[in-house]
């Protein structure tokens, strides 16, 4: 017989451990959080400001918007080329203030607040300016194919930086209606403590007139402005549209914007993820959580929406039809081979963010003869993070600098040449091949990014030339800053 003693032992062990286990992991979310925070400094345009902590980074693009007389410097690089493209900058943008609006005391709590005020702010400031006249944004900043044709750091290039814009004769308003949700959701995000009432003020002033601008001109922007379509072609605008009429709502609270969502024809089925160009799951989501707030009525195409987003839900956690992806055999959520992490990051955003507003509400999820508690979601998200932070068969972090093992060959021009400050001399097109085609690691880490990810049996290459696995993206950080504030700060 075992004595009771060593039955106590056992299990205070067993607790150690598993305290430990549990120390380390928050110790990870917190790096993490911190450094994905820092990634969006890596990925600046413009004239840097003297708290920039990347310091590999250099000014860059300073006359961007001087072919039209405007200032269109500043914004972010979207990946690892040096196109602004207002699409998913502004889709980056609404989702770093989502972080915000949801997890303001978490990110306080753990001491990221300013900085994440800081990157939603250096975003908003630039599409802010891009919006130059209430019916004119400027979308597009540089040639994609030139630039995709040569590997320069943003400090020296000299490729095209041609400035493109939708107007009442060329519209997008699939565009125009996502920058007006990102400076929506942005006024939020600087209305809360530690924000800033008149430059929320100004940016809702913005995000009005963009929405009126949108609706009123109504077209796909990559049909005004055709170089846009071989990179990121929107599918629709019906999906920005609401997406911007629910942050509007949110944000002033009119009968206007209450009207246009109970109004809406298409409220989007039930989608296949949250992503740059399909934003009806976002909508749906906050609408949800309209409903589970009581500031909106549990019927009609309201009721529809909320059904939706959680039928997705059940589909993310593996208790549906499957069309938003199944588990790797290490138990990765997949649903594409390029930059399959966007999808996974944005996914668990709406899964804790819906998680906390059913369990405010002691409600679950339904997902057919299954009652899912509030905490199973959230223990879903916390899988996938881990996998990302490198609990995969890998044992590889695929959050750049993060962990003892981490991607050392990201697609990204900036992180692969030699800093500006080490070597001024201009790197010219032809010379940063060779840095291109080198097989020893990055120059500069490029902490805080998350590369597109390892395929559908677990596999990652770690080769600057696999784009498809190897290159970051701002709109796939964004959606983490907030799930890692969430799992920090239970």
Known sequence: ?????????????????????????????????????????????????????????????????????????????????????????????????????????????????????????????????????PDVLYVNVGDGDSDHACWERPEDMDTPRRSYMVNTTHP?????????????????????????????????????????????????YQNSIPSARSFYSSSGDEDELLWAAVWLYIATGHQEYKAYIAGANNVGGVPQSLGWDDKFVGAQALVAKLILQGKLPNNGGHAEMRSNVESFLCNVLQHGDGRSGR???????????????QDVTTAMFVLVTHADQLAAARASLQCGGVRLPPAQLVSFARSQVDYILGKNPMKMSYMVGVGKRYPLQPHHRGA???????????????????????????????????????????????????????????????????????????
């Open 1 to 133: 017989m075992v004595s009771s003693a060593r039955v106590l032992l056992v299990a205070a062990v067993v607790g150690f451990l598993a305290t430990m286990a549990c120390g380390a992991a928050q110790r990870d979310y917190a790096a993490a959080l911190t450094k994905s925070l820092l990634y969006f400094e890596a990925q600046r345009s413009g004239r840097l400001p003297p708290t920039q902590r990347v310091q590999w980074r250099g000014n860059s693009a300073l006359k961007d918007g001087a072919d039209h007389g405007v200032d269109l410097t500043g914004g972010y690089y979207d990946s690892g080329d040096n196109v602004k493209f207002g699409f998913p900058m502004a889709f980056t943008v609404t989702m770093l203030s989502w972080s915000v609006v949801e997890h303001r005391s978490r990110l306080a709590a753990a001491g990221e607040l300013g900085h994440a005020l800081q990157a939603v702010r250096w975003g908003a400031d630039y599409l802010a300016k891009a919006h130059a006249r």
């Open 172 to 220: 997008g308003s699939d565009v125009a209606a996502e920058t007006a949700a990102a400076l929506a959701a942005a006024s939020v995000a600087f209305t809360g403590p530690r924000g800033d009432p008149r430059y929320a003020s100004t940016l809702l002033k913005h995000a009005k007139q963009l929405f009126q601008f949108a609706k009123n001109h109504r077209g796909l």
């Open 327 to 341: 588990l790797t055999p290490g138990g990765m959520l997949y649903l594409q081979p390029w930059s399959n992490l």
């Open 416 to 490: 692969s040449l030699p800093s500006t400050k080490n070597n001024p001399g201009k790197i010219s097109c032809g010379k940063g091949a060779d840095y291109f085609h080198r097989s020893a690691p990055n120059l500069n880490v490029l902490d805080g990014a998350i590369v597109g990810g390892p395929d559908y049996n677990d596999h990652y290459d770690d080769s600057r030339g696999n784009y498809q696995q190897g290159e970051p993206s701002t709109y796939t950080v964004a959606p983490i800053v907030g799930v890692l504030a969430r799992l920090l700060h239970n």
